[in-house]
């Protein structure tokens, strides 16, 4: 279920039509990798026995996950080359830079949602995530499914300095883990789902 347009299930939330249009005006690539991480989450939230509206709102979560790199300069997100350490730890803001946006745009249940999974989706289950090195379940749920539907997408993804990689290999290198990821920073029951909805999730990235 790749979503081309802003999902209408919740139309008093006049934010969402705008943010979706500044962010896809921003960065196509961000705006393709955000439908991407906001399918694949949609899908482990189903596999999880999520209802109905609790899979909009992570939807919504997945699409605006990264939107704090909307205050980070193209040159930086795009470039085809090692970044330097001030650069990287830029772009690592970008979750704080995440929240402060969805913050500013009011407290309803839904920002509330959708700001937490901005401000943490790259928490990991070890600990050893950022911003705040939250562990284990301490991670809220929604935050915990969009760290893996984050990973799964960006390795899946061609970008200007990596290749592409299969669905498989994806799967493979997440849950055996290799020299550069373990899979301790994943919550091994939402890596279960992620496995249980593979074919369904390799159906919808690859429609
Ligand atoms: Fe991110
Ligand atoms: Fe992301």
């Given at each position: 279920m790749p979503l081309s347009e802003p999902p209408d299930a919740f139309p008093e939330e006049g934010w969402v039509a705008k943010l979706w249009h500044e962010q896809q005006a921003y960065d196509t690539v961000l705006h393709r990798h955000s439908l991407r991480v906001s399918t694949v989450c949609s899908l482990i939230a189903r596999e999880m026995g999520w209802s109905k509206p609790e899979i909009v709102k992570i939807q919504l979560a997945g699409q605006f996950?990264?939107?704090?790199?909307?205050?980070?300069p193209l040159e930086i997100l795009n470039a085809p080359r090692r970044l330097t350490p001030e650069e990287r730890t830029l772009i690592e803001r970008h979750s704080i830079f995440g929240g402060h946006r969805i913050r500013k745009l009011g407290e309803t249940p839904v920002l509330g949602f959708v700001e937490e999974v901005a401000l943490?989706?790259?928490?990991?289950f070890d600990g050893?995530?950022?911003?705040?090195k939250q562990a284990g379940r301490d991670i809220s749920e929604p935050s915990r499914i969009a760290m893996v539907g984050d990973v799964y997408s960006a390795l899946w993804e061609k970008r200007s300095y990596k290749d592409a990689m299969s669905h498989d290999d994806v799967l493979e290198r997440m849950i055996k883990g290799d020299e550069r990821m373990s899979?301790?920073?994943?919550d091994p029951e939402i890596l279960l789902a992620l496995k249980s909805a593979s074919p369904a999730i390799r159906a919808a990235l690859t429609a």
């Open positions: 996950h990264d939107v704090g790199k909307l205050d980070i943490h989706h790259h928490e990991r050893t995530g950022y911003p705040d899979p301790a920073m994943f």
